[in-house]
């Protein structure tokens, strides 16, 4: 089982390179085979990625959670999955090139730098913990997806105020349908990063006893969580629409990321547990 | 190949040439008539559009009758005094099937990739169909033609992108909103790109079309005609507040619409998009409009930009078609090759035998030793009495095929499957 999880963490990142090929191939030329063979290429890296991270864990004996290279994986899995979900409800196929962008990566840095933690604490075998991973994972994935579309909205609405009328134009689904999406997307993060940061508040104090509620990474989380809901609210409220809302996601995303970064390297935190 | 074809088009001759040379449906039939009864052709063809007039013929290849067709054409056109030779073009066999299918995957239209001429050339080799004036050949030509159309369409972008104003307006909607049915358009004047664009719309299935004028009578008129609701000329700012589409082609020396008069308008909108095509020749809208986020304005300049664009990409897709159109000409010449005579007969006789071959072995051991070559005989004997008639009927043409020899010869490949040997 070793050398299966060792081949397909190796093949994995090849795979998604495959998919970035396939996917800049049908955004660049239009009735070629990667047309017709991009999504099943989508689906078949999905579930292969499960699988992976299927084995890993019996191999292992504990979810791929524990270190930030064996989460890296689980995010380009989610981001894959995500998207391949939201193909298939919109039948917009255009977008995959850009959303399939920030999974390759992470699974690149993932393949080249994961190992297993040889003891893991008693306190990372939790299923509430596991249950706060997942949904901060999924959230993740998806606020970067809605990040993503927001993007693409900024890139199309440029073209077409500036009557710059490159490949983008000629490619992307329409103004409304990425600001949907993009909104759909951020929803849906919003929520489950909402359910992980409560089932986290849950877990803490039987995990801990105390209570570290001014811990950095706390703050940091919560702090991007308002950080959404003052977007999510100025959209229904102020019916905010358009470039300011896909400005809102995809800075949203840059501070979350920003926040996040800065919180892991440069404050303890009890929530490093490798 | 005995086809021969000889036409003019917006390459060869003047406009005004090609309209006195365009036949109508009535003077096709009496055409089609002249062209088999008197000139004697066995098949024919006539494609005439605007941009083209093309005849397509069958005849002997030992008397090519470029002359025949061209005093035809002089003669139904009454253009003997304005037709000059140079007018035409002349070609034969591969050269004019190999123009037929330039001209039906459109990189022969006047604009690159027309998605028209492919239905007006179905239809005009449906009509020789139904007057009877096409026999196996043209029927493969045309075929073939059709499928070189729809190749370059479906394997392609030579179709794609609009290249008219008015489809790069509508192009340009599409890409603001995601449904035009629940969004309404206003239109602000009676000129005929703007009308044109406020029909492109409403095929497209916008919502509702509200149409504005000076002239109250010439709104009602075009309201009338394409459908929509009349609006006073002098309320149409108030308009804006509803309204997510403007086409506004009025005749105007100053701006009808200014900058700060919008930024009212733009306030009670919040940031519900207004898409604004200024198609008005001296501009009709203030460019500093769009300066507000929610305001896509854009005038005839950048969509002819648009049109540009689009007209360079599907130039750049000839290749691609010229190598589609060369494999199905090689198609072609393939299985115009396989209707000789011998290698027919000769095809046939080994597929009989085959099979005669196959059964005897297969049932040889249920005849005694003596009856095996008995057996041998008279299964021989059997094929060679189903395979007379055929090879008789076929060799009378003694090996100079005519039509219907070709057409036996092509119908019996078809039907024994001998077309899958070449």
Known sequence: MNTTVDVLNILLPLLYGG??????????????????????????????????????????????????????????????????????????????????????FFQIISTLLISDLGEVPEILRSNLLGFHVTSALLGYAAIAVGAMYGLLYLMLYHDIKSNHFSVIYKRLPNLEILESMS?????????????????????????????????????????????????????????????KIAVLHVSAFIIAIFSITIVNFFFRSFHQFY | MNLLSIGANHRTAPIDIRERLYFSEKELERAYEVLLNKYGFKEAVIVSTCNRT?????????????????NFIKEQKNASDFVKPEYFYRQFASGAANHLFSVASGIDSMIVGDIQILAQIKDAYYYAEQKKTTGFLMNRVFNT????????????????????????????????????????ALLIGAGETGELTAKHLKNKGIGELRITNRTRQRSQELADRIGGRVVEFENFIGELKQCDI??????????????PMLQGIMKQRGSEPLFIIDIGVPRNIDPACNKYESVFLHDIDSLKHIIDRNLEKRKAEIPIIEKIIREELVELFKWYNSLKLNPTISDLRQMFEF??????????????????????????????????????????????PQEDTLSHISTIRKLFGLERKD
């Open chain 2, 54 to 70: 093309e005849i397509y013929t069958v005849t002997n290849p030992f008397t090519m009758r470029y002359g025949d067709l061209l």
């Open chain 2, 145 to 184: 033609a059709f499928r070189v159309g729809k190749r370059a369409r479906n394997e392609t972008e030579i179709g794609e992108g609009a290249v008219s104003i008015s489809y790069a307006a509508v192009e340009l909607a599409s890409k603001i909103f995601a449904d035009l049915s629940k969004k309404r």
């Open chain 1, 19 to 104: 998919l970035l090929f396939l996917y800049g191939r049908s955004f660049f030329k239009t009735a070629s085979r990667a047309d017709r063979l991009k999504t099943a290429a989508l689906a078949v890296t999905v579930i292969i990625h499960l699988i992976y991270l299927l084995l890993r864990t019996i191999l292992f004996n504990h979810p791929p959670i524990t270190t930030p290279f064996e989460i890296m994986t689980v995010i380009a899995f989610c981001i894959a999955a995500a998207y391949l979900f939201i193909e298939g409800i919109s039948k917009v196929h255009g977008t995959g090139l850009f959303v399939l962008i920030p999974a390759f």
């Open chain 2, 246 to 259: 403007v086409i506004s082609s009025i005749s105007s020396d100053e701006h009808i619409l200014k900058a």
């Open chain 1, 183 to 243: 909104f759909r997307s951020t929803l849906f993060g919003f929520i489950c990063l909402s359910i992980a940061i409560g089932v986290g508040l849950l877990w803490l104090p039987i995990a801990f006893g105390e209570i570290f509620y001014s811990d950095p990474k706390l703050i940091g989380s919560l702090f991007i969580w308002i950080l959404y809901a003052v977007g999510l609210v100025s959209k229904r409220v102020a019916g905010w629409h358009g470039r």
């Open chain 2, 355 to 400: 099979i005669r071959q196959a059964e005897v072995e297969k049932h040889i051991n249920r005849f005694n030793k003596d009856d095996r070559e008995l057996l041998d005989l008279v299964t021989k004997r059997i094929v060679n009495k189903l395979l007379h008639t055929p090879m008789t009927t076929l060799r009378t043409s003694n090996g100079d």
